[in-house]
């Protein structure tokens, strides 16, 4: 039985990546891609690296029956937190040492036991990656069938299944036009790309083109098996994890099916995703904490590290800021918004917060989660009052996965609201 359910997950998998795969990719470059093709990243080469390893070893575990018991599960993922905080503070203090006043001797020196204890961790990190992620997927898994969410397949398999790796995810360029704050193209970008490849991409296409730019990091990003971003606490690798495999299930749903016919269907899309993940992690993550497994703090900090004004509102600024962006691009004063912008970021910068582009494409890309400081859209509030009118995850899931439209969605918020009222004494 454990061989057949193993040839069933993987059949199914194959399907899946095969079907995500489908029409996400061309032959033909953009003009913005074309100047960013050195630095692309690819899909079809992460699934070729990533695919097949992963799903050896999970088919591997399931035929032998070999897994590892929660105590050993437990002490691998606080293993590896520290293990990538650690790597995180090296590859921080490997930097800085390119600007310390040491001899060039002693630099030579230094510079060489860093890149040996990198070295080191990486190999360690490898060793115990497969037990972190396989302990977490299966927990993540259990819990979203607990929501009775997802699909039935053959042998009662959970549908899709949940596979992520914990990695370096991609970054993404963003172009808006500078006239209005609207996402009109993303690019996805090598994780390694360096500071100087960024900014010369960046004013590159917004010098040739006219177009405001911005190349951002993400925490994870929907390939099959998601990647997912390893610099985090596990209740984020969770949240992460949970939000990603939603993007998944949505694929064969209206709602995902339409996430690129508008903006406003992708943050639509994006911040129902950010609600069920967080759901779905903050169940989980108390559980693992009555379990007795806790977040491992950062233990290595990163050296010349600013602190953060506790009394500086951030969410309550950056939407003062888009506000009045807004309301000056809206009046064609484009020029003058930039240079709005760029002085209120460096505002936030002297306020700890160190924001490296402040422009049109920023605020595109981040105003896409309606739960964010960088949104003023009511779509998050909206999705609430489905959520709160909803019985449960599961019907608040079904609801909003067959929206196909803005229109179908402002009517559910209507019937929502409908419901609540009448709920009201």
Known sequence: MNRMRAIGLWFTSVVIIITLLVGRGSLNLSPSAEI??????????????????????????????????????????????????????????????????????????????????????????????????????????????????????????????????????????????????????????????????????????????NLSTYIANTGGLATYPSTINHNSSVSSLIDTAAHEWLHHYLFFKPLGQSYWSSNTMRSINETTANIFGKEISDTIHADLRNDGLYDTQQKYEPRKVDEINSVFDFRKEMQVTRL?????????????????????????????????????????????????????????????????????????INRVSSISNHEHFLDLVTEAESEINNLTP
Request: aromatic share 8%.
């Open 324 to 396: 009045e962006a807004e309301n000056m691009l809206s009046n064609d004063n484009i020029q003058a918004a930039e240079e709005y912008m760029e002085n209120r970021r460096q505002y936030f910068v002297s306020n700890g917060y160190h924001i490296r582009v402040l422009n049109q494409a920023y605020f595109a890309f981040h105003g896409t989660y309606a739960d964010s400081p960088s949104s003023i859209s009511p779509i998050y509030s909206q999705l609430i009052t489905i959520r709160n009118a909803s019985r449960s995850l599961n019907e608040f």
């Open 36 to 209: 960013a093709k050195s630095e692309l990243y690819s899909i079809v080469g992460w699934e070729l690296e990533n695919f097949p390893n992963k799903w050896i070893n999970k088919l591997k575990a399931i035929v032998s029956g070999n897994n590892l018991d929660d105590n050993l599960h437990h002490s691998a993922i606080i293993e590896y937190i520290s293990l990538t905080n650690k790597l995180s503070y090296l590859k921080t203090e490997l930097a800085n040492y390119g600007h310390s006043n040491n001899t060039v001797n002693s630099y030579a020196r230094a510079q060489t036991k860093i890149i040996q204890d990198i070295e080191s961790i990486r190999l360690s990190i490898a060793s115990i990656q497969n037990d972190v992620e396989e302990f977490l997927e299966s927990r993540i898994s259990t819990e979203i069938q607990e929501h009775d969410i997802g699909y039935v397949g053959p042998m009662g398999l959970h549908l899709p299944p949940v596979d992520f790796r914990l990695t370096y995810s991609p970054k993404v360029l963003i172009i808006s036009p500078r006239n209005r704050i609207e996402m009109t193209e993303s690019i996805l970008i090598k994780n390694d790309i360096q500071e100087l490849a960024i900014i010369s991409i960046e004013n590159s296409i917004a010098d040739t083109h």
